[in-house]
Structures are given as structure tokens and as C-alpha cells.
């Protein structure tokens, strides 16, 4: 029976210990990770901004679009 409550109260340590450390340590785990992610937004965001600066500015004039042909709005009748 003493060995049952031994195992009881070693299982309940262990679980209070992980609890102890996770709010310890979650926290700075989160700050590393959000960290990283503005890094690699920032370097996305300056590719993007060298690549539009790198192309070939386009004409003023806008392109002629096709003309298809007349569109109908039509109305129910009831």
C-alpha cells in the first residue's frame, strides 16, 4: 500500500515540476518564435521591395482592353 502512495506522490512531483518549468520556460519559447517570424517577414519584405525596384517601370499609358460587345441588363417582368 506504501508503495501505491510513493508512486502517487512521485507521479504528482513530476507533474507540478513539468507545470513549474513550462511557465518558466513557454514564455521565452514564444518570444524566440515570434522573433524569428518578424526576421523572416522583414527579409520576405526586402526581396519584395528589391525585386519591384529591379524591374522596368511601366508606361503611363494604360492598355487598350478588347472590346467584347454591348452587355444587356435585362429586367424580369411580372
Same mark, same amino acid.
Given at each position: 500500500? $506504501?508503495?501505491?502512495?510513493?508512486? =502517487? &506522490? #512521485? &507521479?504528482? =512531483? #513530476?507533474? *507540478?515540476? =513539468?507545470?513549474?518549468?513550462?511557465?518558466?520556460?513557454? %514564455?521565452?519559447?514564444?518570444?524566440?518564435?515570434?522573433?524569428?517570424?518578424? !526576421?523572416?517577414?522583414?527579409?520576405?519584405? +526586402?526581396? *519584395?521591395? +528589391?525585386?519591384?525596384? +529591379?524591374?522596368? %517601370?511601366? $508606361? /503611363?499609358?494604360?492598355?487598350?482592353?478588347?472590346?467584347?460587345? !454591348? *452587355? #444587356? /441588363? *435585362?429586367? !424580369? #417582368?411580372?
Amino acid at each position: 500500500m $506504501s508503495k501505491l502512495i510513493e508512486e =502517487i &506522490i #512521485i &507521479i504528482l =512531483i #513530476i507533474i *507540478y515540476a =513539468i507545470k513549474f518549468l513550462a511557465r518558466l520556460l513557454l %514564455p521565452v519559447l514564444a518570444k524566440k518564435v515570434v522573433e524569428k517570424a518578424s !526576421e523572416q517577414f522583414q527579409q520576405q519584405q +526586402n526581396q *519584395y521591395q +528589391n525585386t519591384q525596384q +529591379n524591374q522596368a %517601370p511601366k $508606361s /503611363d499609358k494604360p492598355r487598350e482592353t478588347k472590346k467584347v460587345g !454591348e *452587355y #444587356i /441588363d *435585362y429586367e !424580369e #417582368i411580372e
